[in-house]
């Protein structure tokens, strides 16, 4: 059970990873064809954050890596304080070491099809929250929905990102 004053780092921390690319399945996909490579930029206006404030801003940049993607997330909270996060993995449901997160020290992913991924975020291999990450059709839009159970139930938070067009 986690308490609230914890709960914005989690989702945070949480929607950051799972937003986060990973490149390996079942079927390989060719990682310089995956629509989420590139930068991506939190649109606080259509998220939806419970409990907590939104983050001021929220930059993703992902990158091919010989081992998978590499993802490099920074996040500026509503207090004026930062984060950079980042892990290099596969799309094979093997968790992956985290690095710069207190609340997750390993992810573990799984391609749905070319435009969604599933993940389970882990803190001292136990799963903690699972999420599911879209990218519209038109790859400009990246929509992450993360699921974990806090105290008094379920909470559900939907993050949407703008794909940096440069």
Do not use: C
């Not at 308490?3 to 780092?9: A, Q």
């Not at 304080?81 to 596969?90: D, E, F, P, R, V």
């Not at 903690?128 to 909470?155: C, F, P, Q, W, Y």
């Amino acid at each position: 059970v986690l308490s609230k004053r914890l709960l914005l780092p989690i989702i945070l921390v949480a929607v950051a990873l799972i937003g986060a690319p990973l490149v390996l399945s079942s079927h390989p996909v060719r990682s310089d064809h995956d629509p989420v490579l590139g930068v991506w930029n939190l649109n606080v206006a259509k998220s939806k954050f419970i409990s907590n404030p939104a983050p001021k801003s929220q930059t993703r940049t992902y990158e091919t890596h010989p081992q998978g993607i590499k993802a490099t997330i920074k996040t500026t909270y509503s207090d004026g304080k930062t984060s950079t996060i980042q892990y290099i993995a596969s799309y094979d449901s093997v968790e992956y070491p985290v690095t710069g997160s207190l609340q997750f020290d390993a992810i573990a992913m799984k391609k749905i099809d070319d435009v969604t991924a599933e993940a389970s975020l882990i803190h001292a291999g136990k799963e903690i929250a699972s999420a599911r990450r879209v990218i519209s059709e038109d790859g400009k839009t990246m929509t992450v929905t993360l699921r974990m159970n806090v105290s008094g139930g379920e909470v559900i938070n939907v993050a949407v990102f703008d794909k940096d067009p440069s």
